[in-house]
């Protein structure tokens, strides 16, 4: 029998009340993604047509290069790993099946970090290479790492994670049934591979290669410190060296438009993921032991990634931090700490708070509003830097009419909101709002009103419920959501860099600086710490492995 | 005064109608038993009840007192009504004693103790400090019926209480359940899909059809007197046989049977599978077809010598030492107390 709602019809006048005010909270967090939308049919004085007409060329072709270069290269190494550890057994598997998961610790700013330290000219791997041979700098040709190329190579490193998840967990949930049948009907292992088990886990696979093409798209840290001219880089640019608010706007808006279709994509792929759980007997398919040579080459296959996404540039930055140990300055570091801590707890509670107001308005059942509440989740697919320009957009507007109404000055004292923690703190709620929003509100429908109504008829008012039974009982999830969002508001980047207040830095922004102005020793501190940080999401989603369920490390990637 | 009454409730879910005035009584110290097939209304019956749903019209009342009716609304923790709800759902993060105490306005020892003698009642003492999960589903039944029980409602809501136990520990805890709920005398309705079960823990039942009550009555006198073919059906193997009215008699191929105030002509005749009557004697001949022991009794299947229309087939339950041999031929009467005749549908 089915279960219906608490008070239906009663609820009315409060109802509509919190209906109306989860409503604004939705218009919050999307205000900001509006702004730069309405960028779109902006003035630019002219820069716009100078773009299109220089640089729009150069942003689009290098963006599909370094796109498709990351997304074939990460779907090739996702895919086959994970099929390599589903389904065959060799020395080190079960280890290695955990570890592929660890380059997620690193964003990919810090990666491009220890590696251009690796493999520059006077790095140790081009060192060794004049020792062993005798040659001098000129006497060589050497791949440039700060290049397309180099880029293609840290974002693939740092993003075949997802892939590898979502592959892995396609693989686990097919009926083994399925490949059993096509083996005996005549199909060899890799023929089985090719032509049932790939075909059945396509919808998965390409779900991950669009979330892999939309990081890649949104990546700034890695781009700008190679110095690579695409969107991200571009919108930087436009705004802060030209001071064309409006070219950076436009940008911003074709970014935008680009991420939407990417939703829809990424929807519609999802959708065709239900044919693949089809059913049958979902048994843990028998493992083929891989012998011999081709045992080792499985091993060395799944390590290499994991040295060379986790293991070496750890310990590049290890090392360069002990070489610059004189240079750094301890007390500086702690004010980094401090304020990175500081804004990753704020923007975790304000997140909790605000995601669980949200699904608390939203009832204790599916409806209408709660599907369209779901596209605030769009910001998580929003690159960081279309978001900052929303917000210096909104915050702007809003000293504007402060000052308008005279409750500022003008001048600089004129800015309440702008360069505040307040605005980074609204970029971080529209940024990760995803992130908390989708396991909270999924926990929170799923208890319904099973709890609720039993406390009800035990004569507990609402508040008392709340707090005696629906918080307690949500605790769990809270806590994972806040651990969530604390990791990636610490990994956030180019958000932090444009809006954080004057003089406040956090770990993310030092190393970056450092490391654009030839002070890459000293960044590798800040970035060892936060890959440190990153490591706790690698830990709760190894744990969670068993269930392979991809979405605890990106809870709800992007809007249902 | 009643414990509990429905006042021509009507609700419906979208265009769904699940109940259509519903109206049923229930008096102090009864154990009535809402029967009705999944779909019902059963459970939105009770659900409105508690204040967790609310009705388009019409009118509850607990204990005399009106808590729903139009423009009037008592919320479900200002109403004296407990549930026992279907999945139990104690509260996984509190233990026994949070459980049962959870409803109880009281605090420290007064609390402690009430919780102690609650505990003690459904036979978990010293069973305080365990949580939900540590528990036997058993135990589970009797920590949600303490804390249900533990304000003292006016009137006890149950919901498929006995649903989620397997079947030997089903009876045991039906048995244990209706010897305490008498203890503490408090008025209680509980749905069921289960015929044999509502008959069994019931003083009254309420057959429920398409959101209406079909039939109220007494578990003997809903086996007895079925008000219509539909309540005479719902309780197990039944035959239909065709009839003809005469003057307040009944005709049919097997005997005849008493139909007082049944108009002249054509009736039809529903005679529970009990209510056959097998034997060695003359009149309406047929051959066992299937001999089969059901728990204590045997089904039999019976085919008719010279079938009249509609009765290719007929069902009788006899006694195990009365169960006759496949293929043997045997006379048919009825039993007059479980023939039933209604007036010709269809």
């Not at chain 1, 697919?381 to 929303?390: E, F, R």
Request: proline share 5%; with cysteine.
């Amino acid at each position: 029998m089915a279960v219906y709602g608490d008070i239906s019809g009663r609820m009315g006048r409060q109802g509509v009340a919190s209906g109306l005010m989860a409503v604004l909270l939705l218009l919050l967090i999307l205000a900001p993604l509006a702004a730069v939308l309405a960028f779109a049919t902006a003035d630019t004085g002219g820069l716009w047509a100078h773009l299109r007409a220089t640089l729009l060329e150069t942003y689009v072709v290098n963006g599909v290069m370094l796109v498709s270069g990351v997304v074939a290269a990460a779907t090739l190494l996702g895919v086959g790993l994970a099929w390599l550890v589903t389904m065959h057994d060799f020395p080190g598997r079960r280890l290695l099946e955990y570890a592929l998961i660890l380059p997620l610790a690193m964003p990919a700013y810090i990666l491009a970090y220890a590696w251009t330290d690796m493999l520059q000219v006077t790095g140790p791997v081009q060192d060794v290479l004049r020792q062993m041979t005798g040659w001098s700098v000129r006497d060589y040709w050497f791949p440039e790492i700060r290049s397309l190329g180099g880029a293609i190579f840290v974002l693939s490193l740092a993003l075949f994670p997802y892939l590898y998840l979502l592959a892995r967990a396609a693989f686990a949930e097919q009926s083994v049934s399925a490949i059993e049948a096509a083996r005996t009907l005549g199909l060899s292992h890799a023929e089985a591979f090719r032509r049932v088990a790939l075909p059945m886990a396509r919808p998965a696979i390409a779900a991950g290669a669009i979330l892999v093409g939309m990081e890649t798209l949104a990546d700034f840290g890695a781009v700008r410190y190679f110095e690579l001219e695409v969107f991200t880089t571009g919108i930087y640019r436009a705004w802060f060296a030209t001071g064309n608010p409006a070219a950076a706007g436009q940008l911003a808006s074709l970014m935008l438009a680009c991420v939407l279709v990417a939703v829809i994509l990424e929807r519609a792929s999802r959708q065709g993921r239900r044919y693949a759980s089809v059913t049958g007997v979902r048994r843990r398919p028998a493992r083929t032991a891989l012998k011999g040579a081709r045992a080792i080459a499985a091993t060395l296959a799944c390590s290499l990634p994991v040295l060379l996404g986790f293991f070496v540039p750890a310990t590049a930055l290890g090392a360069m931090a002990l070489n610059a140990s004189e240079g750094i300055d301890i007390s500086r570091l702690q004010v980094l700490v401090l304020n990175t801590f500081m804004l990753g707890i704020s923007a975790a509670a304000l997140l909790v708070g605000v995601a669980m107001g949200m699904a608390m308005l939203l009832g204790r059942r599916d409806s209408r509003l709660r599907q369209v509440a779901r596209v605030a989740e769009l910001g998580y697919a929003t690159p960081g830097i279309v978001v900052a320009i929303g917000l210096l957009v909104v915050a702007g507007t809003l000293d504007a009419q402060l000052r308008a109404a005279g409750v500022l000055g003008s001048g600089e004292a004129g800015l309440l909101l702008s360069g505040s923690i307040a605005v980074l703190l609204y970029a971080c709620l529209v940024r990760f709002f995803a992130v908390a929003y989708g396991p909270l509100d999924a926990a929170w429908l799923q208890m319904g009103t099973r709890y609720a109504d039993p406390a009800r008829t035990l004569g507990h008012r609402p508040a008392s419920i709340l707090r005696r039974v629906d918080l307690p009982l949500m605790r769990g999830s809270m806590a994972a959501v806040m651990a969530l969002v604390f990791v990636e508001v610490v990994k956030e980047l180019p958000a932090t860099m444009i809006l954080r207040p004057f003089n406040f830095d956090t770990l993310a922004t030092e190393a970056f600086q450092l490391a654009t102005t030839e002070r890459l020793d000293l960044a590798a501190v800040p970035a060892l710490a936060i890959a440190a940080v990153g490591l706790l999401p690698v830990v709760l989603l190894s744990l969670g492995l068993e269930r392979a369920d991809a979405r605890l490390h990106r809870p709800e990637v992007l809007p249902r | 005064m009643t414990a509990l009454s429905f006042v021509a409730v009507r609700h419906a879910f979208g265009r769904t109608q699940v109940l259509r005035d519903f109206t049923l009584s229930i008096e102090p110290g009864a154990i009535v038993a809402l029967l009705g097939a999944s779909g019902s209304g059963k459970t939105t019956a009770l659900r409105i009840a508690a204040g967790l749903e609310i009705p388009q019209a019409g009118e509850i009342r607990v204990g005399g007192k009106r808590v729903t009716a139009p423009g009037l609304f008592i919320a479900p923790e200002s109403r004296d009504v407990g549930l026992l709800f279907q999945d139990l759902a104690l509260f996984p993060h509190l233990d026994v004693e949070g459980n049962v105490g959870f409803g109880l306005k009281l605090s420290g020892a007064a609390r402690r103790n009430r919780v102690g003698e609650l505990l003690a009642l459904v036979g978990l003492a010293g069973m305080a400090r365990l949580y939900p999960h540590q528990l036997s589903g058993g135990q589970q039944q009797r920590v949600a019926l303490a804390r249900a029980l533990a304000p003292g409602p006016g009137v006890l809501l149950l919901d498929e209480p006995f649903s989620s136990l397997d079947v030997v520990l089903r009876q045991q805890v039906r048995s244990e359940m209706v010897g305490l709920l008498k203890a503490v005398g408090t008025a209680v309705l509980f749905v069921t899909h289960d015929p044999e079960e509502a008959l069994y823990v019931a003083d009254r039942v309420a057959v429920m059809a398409q959101g209406a009550i079909v039939q109220e009555a007494t578990p003997d006198n809903i086996w007895f007197r079925p008000a219509n073919r539909f309540v005479a059906e719902f309780f197990g193997d039944t035959n239909f046989i065709p009839a003809t009215v005469t003057a307040g008699r009944a005709a049919t191929s097997l005997g005849s049977v008493e139909a007082q105030g049944h108009p002249d002509g054509p009736a039809d005749v529903i005679v529970r599978a009990a209510g056959l009557r097998l034997g060695h004697g003359e009149g309406f001949q047929a051959v066992v077809r299937s001999s089969r022991i059901l728990g204590p009794a045997a089904q039999v299947e019976l085919v008719p010598r010279a079938a009249p229309d509609g009765m290719s087939r007929l069902i009788a339950r006899t006694s195990i030492s009365e169960k006759p041999e496949t293929g043997a031929i045997v006379s048919l009467t009825l039993d007059p107390r479980m023939t039933f005749v209604f007036p010709r549908t269809g």
